[in-house]
């Protein structure tokens, strides 16, 4: 079984600020690894995946997040926050295979984006 | 990109009552749906899983007779909160996978049921 651990639960943040928005994971297999996010009452958009290959993985809106499997963590970066960033974003895995399309999730963590 | 309709966005019903949720795949077929329930302030929990020209799967501790799970079509999985609680209140989400593979996994928007 998988279990994903998001560390915070708010991350408060100013406008143009870095942030990271931590994530953690255990698993006995290799899983796959995304990060959503969910503005209010709505469904969950897909940020960035990673499957395989490179560790870094990017979205088009200027985050990214690292797979370092010694440490099992996926963590959300941006380098830049806007005010538009505010919402809730999820981390979750998958183990594929017989699980395929079981998505397992963390917590949440509400990043506010002050100005 | 593959697309995932879902209705209504929002209901309100009484106690006692049924509602039926809809999901459908817009653009490609889905023979499995996943089911979720998000609680207020909480993640996301696997309820189900449909299968089409099959019966649902469900999570451990899932009440397959609150909700019911029909998959009547390659895009079409409904369900249904028989007999409405206010503790069923919840926001509900479905998705599905675009294709074997493709783990770019497509959600609806959700629906907001209130039981009164």
């Known amino acids: 079984a998988q279990s994903v651990t998001q560390l915070d639960s708010q991350v408060p943040v100013f406008e143009e600020a870095p942030v990271e928005l931590r994530c953690n994971y255990s698993?006995?297999?290799?899983?796959?690894l995304f990060w959503y996010v969910q503005y209010p009452n709505q469904g969950l958009q897909l940020l960035l995946k990673?499957?395989?290959?490179?560790?870094l993985v990017e979205s088009i809106n200027g985050f990214e997040a690292e797979f370092n499997k010694s440490q099992t963590s996926f963590h959300l970066r941006k380098p830049s926050v806007h005010i538009s960033d505010t919402a809730e974003y999820f981390c979750?895995?998958?183990?594929?295979?017989?699980?395929?399309?079981?998505?397992?999730f963390g917590q949440g963590t509400i990043l506010t984006v002050h100005p | 990109g593959a697309v995932v309709s879902q209705h209504p966005s929002r209901v309100i019903c009484k106690s006692g009552t049924s509602v039926k949720i809809e999901c459908r795949s817009l653009?490609?077929?889905?023979?499995?749906m996943f089911w979720y329930r998000q609680f207020p302030k909480k993640s996301l929990m696997l309820m189900a899983t449909?299968?089409?020209?099959?019966?649902?799967?469900?999570e451990q501790g899932v009440e397959k007779d609150k909700f019911l799970i029909n998959h009547a079509s390659l895009t079409l999985s409904t369900l249904t909160v028989t007999s409405a609680h206010p503790e069923d209140s919840s926001f509900y989400i479905c998705?599905?996978?675009?294709?074997?593979?493709?783990?770019?996994?497509?959600f609806g928007s959700g629906t907001r049921l209130t039981v009164v």
């Open positions: 998705s599905a996978p675009p294709g074997q593979g493709n783990y770019g996994y497509t």
């Open positions: 698993s006995s297999v290799s899983v796959y």
């Open positions: 990673y499957l395989s290959g490179s560790t």
């Open positions: 979750a895995v998958n183990a594929g295979g017989t699980s395929y399309g079981k998505l397992t």
């Open positions: 653009d490609f077929q889905a023979t499995t």
């Open positions: 449909s299968n089409e020209g099959s019966k649902a799967t469900y």
